[in-house]
C-alpha cells in the first residue's frame, strides 16, 4: 500500500489541509512517503493557539480592513504604486490570523534553509556576547500568530522577530544611543505588523514609534496587534492620516526595514519628500540586496535610491553588515546591511556636506516646539 493510501479519502484530504496550513506538503517521492518543503514556501507554527478571538477579528471580510481599503485607494497616493505587494502577492504569503509565521512580513525558513535551528542558536549566541540591556531575556517570544519559535536548553525562546528586533536595536544604540533617548519620536515606514514598534516600545520606555505603510492589510495588522500587545507608545497611522498626524510631532528618526527594495521610485520618492517636509534628521535602512539600496519597479528592473536621498540632503553615514563577527554572514547566509542617513546642514557655499566619521554625534535635531507632549510610557513584552 502506498504510504499517502494508509489514510480513507475524506480524512487524509484534511490531514494534507491541516499540513499545508503550517506549510508542509505531502508529495509521493520513490520509497519514502513525505517530503518537509517548509524552507520553500509561507508557513506558520500552529502550536500556539490563537489569542481569544483573534480568528474571529483578522478575517478578510472585517470591516475596518474594509474600510482602509477603500481609503487607501481613494487617497491616491504616490506611496501606493506597489510593484510586489499586489493583491495576489498578499493571497499567496499571508494567512491573516498566523501573520507572524514565514510570509512576506518576516522570512523564518525559507532563507535560512534546512539548518535555520542550528543557525538560530549562533545568531542567539553572537547576540547573547552583546546584550548589555538585557533584551533577549526582557523582551520574551511566546509564539502567538504562527511565529515559528525556537528553543534551546538554557536560553529563552526565540524567533527571527526577536533576535532581528534586537540586532537592529543594538544598531541604533551604536549609532544614536537609541535605546537612552526615551523622549524620541520614530517614524517607521513599511511597519509591516509592527514588529518593531513592539520590541522597540517594550526596549525604550516612553518612546513614541509611528507606524505608516501603504498597504492596508498590513496597516490593518498594525492596528490589531499593537492593541493586542497592549502597546500604548505606539499607533498606526493610516496612509491619508499620514501628513497631518506627522505635523503633531517632531520626528527624530525614520526607519525602513525590508520595504524601499520592496516598492517603486515613485512611492519611494513620496516618502523621502515627507521626511524632507517634516524635517526628519536621520534614516535608517535596511535593504534586501546586501548594502545596495534599489527599489524594485513594475517590470522588475531596479533603480538606485542613493541619489534620491543625496537630492535631499542626505548622506550616508553608516554601514555596516548586521553582524559584527566577520564570520556570521557565510554561517547564516544572509549579507544584510544596516543603512544610516544623516540629512546634514549644507556647506555655506550650498555644497552637499561630506560624511561626519563613522559613530560621530548625529546633527542637531529640529525645532523642539514641534514636539508633540510625551506619550504615556509603556509596553508589553511578549
Ligand atoms: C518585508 S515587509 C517588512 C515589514 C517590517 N518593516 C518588518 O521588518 O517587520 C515589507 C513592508 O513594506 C510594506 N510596503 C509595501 N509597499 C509599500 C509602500 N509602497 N510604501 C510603504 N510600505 C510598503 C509592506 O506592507 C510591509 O509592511
Given at each position: 500500500?502506498?504510504?499517502?493510501?494508509?489514510?480513507?479519502?475524506?480524512?487524509?484530504?484534511?490531514?494534507?489541509?491541516?499540513?499545508?496550513?503550517?506549510?508542509?506538503?505531502?508529495?509521493?517521492?520513490?520509497?519514502?512517503?513525505?517530503?518537509?518543503?517548509?524552507?520553500?514556501?509561507?508557513?506558520?507554527?500552529?502550536?500556539?493557539?490563537?489569542?481569544?478571538?483573534?480568528?474571529?477579528?483578522?478575517?478578510?471580510?472585517?470591516?475596518?480592513?474594509?474600510?482602509?481599503?477603500?481609503?487607501?485607494?481613494?487617497?491616491?497616493?504616490?506611496?501606493?504604486?506597489?510593484?510586489?505587494?499586489?493583491?495576489?502577492?498578499?493571497?499567496?504569503?499571508?494567512?491573516l490570523p498566523w501573520f507572524r509565521g514565514d510570509n512576506s512580513y518576516v522570512y523564518q525558513f525559507r532563507n535560512l534553509g534546512s539548518d535555520a535551528r542550528m543557525k538560530y542558536y549562533v545568531y542567539l549566541r553572537d547576540l547573547a556576547t552583546r546584550d548589555p540591556a538585557d533584551l533577549l531575556q526582557r523582551l520574551g517570544e511566546d509564539g502567538r500568530f504562527?511565529?515559528?519559535?525556537?528553543?534551546?536548553?538554557?536560553?529563552?525562546?526565540?524567533?527571527?522577530?526577536?533576535?532581528?528586533?534586537?540586532?537592529?536595536?543594538?544598531?541604533?544604540?551604536?549609532?544614536?544611543?537609541?535605546?537612552?533617548?526615551?523622549?524620541?519620536?520614530?517614524?517607521?515606514?513599511?511597519?509591516?505588523?509592527?514588529?518593531?514598534?513592539?520590541?522597540?516600545?517594550?526596549?525604550?520606555?516612553?518612546?513614541?514609534?509611528?507606524?505608516?505603510?501603504?498597504?492596508?492589510?498590513?496597516?490593518?495588522?498594525?492596528?490589531?496587534?499593537?492593541?493586542?500587545?497592549?502597546?500604548?507608545?505606539?499607533?498606526?497611522?493610516?496612509?491619508?492620516?499620514?501628513?497631518?498626524?506627522?505635523?503633531?510631532?517632531?520626528?527624530?528618526?525614520?526607519?525602513?526595514?525590508?520595504?524601499?527594495?520592496?516598492?517603486?521610485?515613485?512611492?519611494?520618492?513620496?516618502?523621502?519628500?515627507?521626511?524632507?517636509?517634516?524635517?526628519?534628521?536621520?534614516?535608517?535602512?535596511?535593504?534586501?540586496?546586501?548594502?545596495?539600496?534599489?527599489?524594485?519597479?513594475?517590470?522588475?528592473?531596479?533603480?538606485?535610491?542613493?541619489?534620491?536621498?543625496?537630492?535631499?540632503?542626505?548622506?550616508?553615514?553608516?554601514?555596516?553588515?548586521?553582524?559584527?563577527?566577520?564570520?556570521?554572514?557565510?554561517?547564516?547566509?544572509?549579507?544584510?546591511?544596516?543603512?544610516?542617513?544623516?540629512?546634514?546642514?549644507?556647506?555655506?557655499?550650498?555644497?552637499?556636506?561630506?560624511?561626519?566619521?563613522?559613530?560621530?554625534?548625529?546633527?542637531?535635531?529640529?525645532?523642539p516646539s514641534r514636539r508633540a507632549p510625551p506619550a504615556a510610557s509603556s509596553s508589553t513584552s511578549s
Amino acid at each position: 500500500m502506498r504510504p499517502h493510501r494508509l489514510l480513507p479519502g475524506p480524512l487524509r484530504r484534511r490531514v494534507r489541509r491541516l499540513l499545508a496550513r503550517s506549510g508542509y506538503e505531502v508529495k509521493r517521492v520513490r520509497g519514502a512517503g513525505v517530503v518537509v518543503d517548509q524552507y520553500r514556501r509561507p508557513s506558520f507554527d500552529v502550536s500556539t493557539e490563537l489569542p481569544e478571538g483573534a480568528g474571529d477579528y483578522l478575517r478578510p471580510d472585517n470591516p475596518r480592513l474594509a474600510e482602509l481599503r477603500k481609503r487607501y485607494a481613494a487617497a491616491d497616493s504616490p506611496m501606493s504604486a506597489h510593484s510586489v505587494w499586489t493583491g495576489d502577492y498578499l493571497r499567496d504569503e499571508l494567512d491573516l490570523p498566523w501573520f507572524r509565521g514565514d510570509n512576506s512580513y518576516v522570512y523564518q525558513f525559507r532563507n535560512l534553509g534546512s539548518d535555520a535551528r542550528m543557525k538560530y542558536y549562533v545568531y542567539l549566541r553572537d547576540l547573547a556576547t552583546r546584550d548589555p540591556a538585557d533584551l533577549l531575556q526582557r523582551l520574551g517570544e511566546d509564539g502567538r500568530f504562527g511565529c515559528w519559535t525556537f528553543h534551546y536548553e538554557g536560553w529563552p525562546r526565540v524567533s527571527r522577530d526577536l533576535l532581528d528586533s534586537i540586532n537592529e536595536l543594538y544598531f541604533l544604540d551604536r549609532r544614536l544611543q537609541l535605546l537612552s533617548h526615551r523622549d524620541w519620536t520614530v517614524l517607521d515606514i513599511g511597519a509591516g505588523y509592527g514588529r518593531l514598534a513592539h520590541r522597540a516600545t517594550s526596549a525604550v520606555p516612553g518612546i513614541v514609534w509611528l507606524c505608516a505603510d501603504a498597504v492596508p492589510e498590513s496597516s490593518f495588522l498594525c492596528e490589531y496587534y499593537l492593541r493586542h500587545r497592549g502597546v500604548t507608545g505606539a499607533h498606526m497611522l493610516p496612509l491619508d492620516e499620514i501628513d497631518a498626524r506627522l505635523s503633531e510631532h517632531r520626528i527624530d528618526l525614520a526607519v525602513n526595514v525590508h520595504s524601499f527594495s520592496e516598492t517603486t521610485e515613485q512611492s519611494v520618492r513620496g516618502w523621502l519628500d515627507l521626511l524632507v517636509k517634516h524635517h526628519v534628521p536621520r534614516l535608517f535602512v535596511v535593504p534586501n540586496d546586501g548594502d545596495r539600496l534599489l527599489t524594485r519597479e513594475p517590470d522588475r528592473t531596479r533603480r538606485p535610491i542613493d541619489p534620491l536621498l543625496a537630492e535631499r540632503g542626505y548622506t550616508r553615514t553608516a554601514c555596516e553588515p548586521i553582524f559584527l563577527d566577520r564570520s556570521m554572514p557565510r554561517i547564516m547566509g544572509m549579507d544584510d546591511h544596516f543603512l544610516l542617513y544623516e540629512r546634514l546642514p549644507r556647506e555655506p557655499d550650498g555644497s552637499a556636506p561630506s560624511a561626519p566619521p563613522a559613530g560621530s554625534a548625529p546633527p542637531a535635531p529640529p525645532d523642539p516646539s514641534r514636539r508633540a507632549p510625551p506619550a504615556a510610557s509603556s509596553s508589553t513584552s511578549s
